[in-house]
């Protein structure tokens, strides 16, 4: 069974903080993933995809992706209020399929 | 920017009543989703649907449920006889061809079954 593995949290971070979520997943066929941020009662809204190892960053987030230990993280500086919400890591295969972790929830204290 | 949208934004049924929720996906997407999320719990898999037909569904996704593409643009999902459990926000999303693509969500149907 392919699973995606994440710690529930709830994780909290002062304001201005550096907020870091981890992600595992079991399926070394795994192609591509993705973060996403979920603000309860809404839709699941994409922050960040990553393809191959490495970094990659866009504004204030840092995806970081190492295949061989099947492991994705999500790195958000200054943290901010707004930044409050569940965060998905999601990993898709070869046969678009997805697969979703259970979510960290981040609460930013200002 | 293209959206997906979806209909209607809560739906309030009586048990073993049926259910449909609507979808269009974005216009030039292939690929499409139907996920559940329970109040609390992960998003869950149930149909993708590709070239008019299922080509993956979950163990969620019993007699119960199907799908259907009647026209170029709508995706519905129908729940034969809702139970308590159905109850729970809806998501379709949808992918361009590549699996590199991200899944794009819509805003969800709040289910509620009563």
């Known amino acids: 069974q392919k699973e995606v593995e994440q710690n529930s949290g709830p994780l909290s971070v002062p304001e201005g903080a550096i907020a870091s979520l981890n992600c595992t997943y079991s399926d070394r066929g795994s192609q591509s993933f993705f973060w996403y941020r979920q603000y309860s009662g809404k839709s699941p809204e994409l922050i960040m995809s990553i393809y191959s190892n490495g970094d990659k960053e866009d504004g204030r987030f840092t995806a970081q992706l190492n295949k061989a230990s099947q492991y994705v993280s999500l790195l958000i500086r200054d943290s901010q209020p707004s930044d409050s919400a569940t965060y998905l890591c999601?990993?898709?295969?070869?046969?678009?399929?997805?697969?979703f972790g259970t979510g960290t929830s981040l609460t930013v204290i200002p | 920017e293209p959206e997906v949208t979806q209909t209607p934004s809560h739906q309030v049924t009586q048990m073993g009543q049926e259910v449909i929720l609507r979808c269009v996906p974005i216009?030039?997407?292939?690929?499409f989703y139907w996920y559940r999320q329970i109040l609390g719990q992960k998003v869950e898999f149930l149909v993708s649907?590709?070239?008019?037909?299922?080509?993956?569904k979950s163990e969620i996704f019993d007699d119960q449920f199907s799908v259907e593409r009647p026209d170029g643009s709508n995706f519905t999902l129908k729940i034969r006889s809702t139970k308590l459990e159905d109850s729970a926000m809806y998501f379709c999303a949808s992918i361009l061809t590549s699996s590199n693509s991200p899944l794009h969500f819509g805003n969800g149907t709040r289910l509620t079954v009563t």
């Open positions: 649907f590709y070239n008019n037909e299922i080509s993956e």
């Open positions: 999601a990993v898709n295969n070869m046969g678009n399929q997805f697969y």
């Open positions: 216009s030039n997407h292939l690929y």
